[in-house]
């Protein structure tokens, strides 16, 4: 291995002092920290595909509304636990316009990010119903939420889609449901790691099915409008985003700034749940709060409240302020982040240049979009030896097999690359085949 830009040894040296207990199963975390390690001794910068960062500038319209709240003086003032209502009204239209779904401002829950907004939604989704306790993700998916039911104590179970697309999904997803303690379904789309996009026919089937076996979905709109093999920017036209909201009743949307404004910073994010789950009465949630039981009350003032206290005030006033750009048509943030799109392609073809090739590669028949996010792999080469053996060459990733797939290769993402760094993956692209 004549090529290797960090020796073996020296990976491990990191590795110990950062107590890693298993590289082979890194975190996303981990794995930044150790390719940060090797750069502060080495000097030599990685690539970092390791954690899904935006690379692109903060939403300008966002940061000058955060500013003027805070000018107003909203930092002396509690925000109220629901949101503020201008976010909340903000948030209902921008669903609108974009995804075609009727869904009241009340029902909009401002949260302090994606993160904060499961965590919240599982708690709440196993507590309605004693009999449902468990969680179903259709993986490959955000390792994190698979973190959040363990502090929880939540059990869960996973399935691969890789060989359940299309009506195959019914068949798996049926099986599973059918006996009933399957308590909500979470996956996102476009996907984290995988960026396939689940098409009209198969959300069509996990809503009717939700509706069958009373599920809540839990769907993940972190990359919002970004298949850009579409054009979803353009408000109140079709085409619109598709989601299982047009076909289900238990669904809660979770709608982030993070990567569609690029404002990661501020932890913005509004749970959109449908106005007939928010009114609903469950009496395991009334017997457990002594209240009412209905679930948008309850879940707001008894369980959201209990762990953030509510979104930063005036960084509802900056979400609000972008989502009302994006409505108005001011603002296309799908054209500003196709850029992850361009970058995703000029990555894939270095790859496939030096013998690697897409993991999850087609949409059923379709190829799947470029994107912030798309999986490689290299010969007969497992998760882990691959994600090692990259880190060697100056390449940070994460394994699959910790996202939940079966398959066999490591998640890439392009939001830090830039223009010099391609030659730069290019040649670290090549000693890696010349020493495989």
């Not at 239209?93 to 499961?118: E, H, M, N, W």
């Not at 982030?256 to 009114?279: H, N």
């Not at 959201?304 to 930063?312: D, E, K, P």
């Not at 497992?382 to 940070?396: F, H």
Request: charged share 25%; glycine share 8%; proline share 3%.
């Amino acid at each position: 291995m004549q090529n290797r830009i960090f020796s073996q040894d020296l990976v491990n040296q990191v590795v110990n002092e950062l107590k890693i207990a298993d590289l082979e199963k890194a975190t996303i975390g981990e794995v930044l920290l150790l390719a940060s390690g090797l750069e502060q001794i080495t000097g030599i910068p990685f690539i970092r595909m390791d954690q899904g960062v935006p690379g692109l500038k903060p939403c300008r319209i966002g940061i000058d509304a955060e500013k003027k709240a805070l000018d107003e003086g909203v930092a002396s003032m509690y925000p109220a636990a629901a949101g503020i209502p201008v976010l909340k009204e903000e948030a209902s239209r921008f669903v609108k316009a974009f995804l075609d779904v009727d869904i009241s401002s009340g029902s909009c829950i401002p949260v302090t990010g994606s993160v904060a907004g499961s965590f919240s939604s599982f708690i709440a989704c196993n507590q309605r119903d004693k009999d449902k306790d468990t969680v179903l993700f259709i993986d490959p998916g955000f390792p994190i939420q698979k973190s959040q039911l363990k502090i929880l104590d939540i059990k869960y179970i996973e399935f691969d889609v890789y060989n359940y697309r299309g009506g195959g999904l019914k068949a798996k997803l049926e099986e599973l449901l059918e006996k009933g303690n399957i308590s909500s379904i979470v996956y996102s789309n476009p996907n984290n790691p995988a960026w396939i996009c689940l098409t009209e026919d198969e959300l069509q089937i996990i809503g009717e099915l939700a509706t069958k076996y009373d599920v809540i979905v839990l769907e993940d709109l972190a990359y919002f409008a970004m298949d850009f093999r579409t054009d979803f920017g353009k408000p109140f036209q079709a085409p619109f985003v598709p989601t299982v909201a047009r076909y289900t009743g238990n669904y809660i949307l979770m709608l982030s700034a993070s990567k569609i404004f690029s404002y990661a910073g501020q932890r913005a994010a509004v749970l959109c749940i449908s106005d007939k789950l928010f009114s609903r009465k469950f009496e395991a949630l009334a017997q457990r709060y002594s209240g009412s039981g209905i679930f948008g009350p309850v879940f707001i003032g008894e369980i959201l409240y209990m762990i953030t206290s509510g979104i930063t005030h005036s960084t509802q006033y900056g979400y609000a302020a972008m989502l009302r750009a994006a409505s108005d048509g001011e603002l296309d943030f799908v054209k500003e982040t196709s850029e992850y799109g361009r970058r995703a392609h000029r990555m894939k073809e270095l790859f496939n240049k030096y013998g690697f090739h897409v993991v999850y590669d087609k949409d059923i028949d379709r190829d799947i979009s470029d994107g912030f996010f798309f999986t490689v792999g290299y010969k007969d080469m497992s998760c882990a030896e691959l994600m090692r053996e990259l880190l060697y060459y100056g390449i940070s990733s994460i394994a699959l097999s910790t996202t939940g797939s079966e398959q066999q290769g490591i998640r890439a993402c392009c939001s830090r690359m830039h223009d010099d760094l391609y030659t730069v993956l290019d040649e670290r692209l090549r000693f890696f085949r010349l020493d495989h």
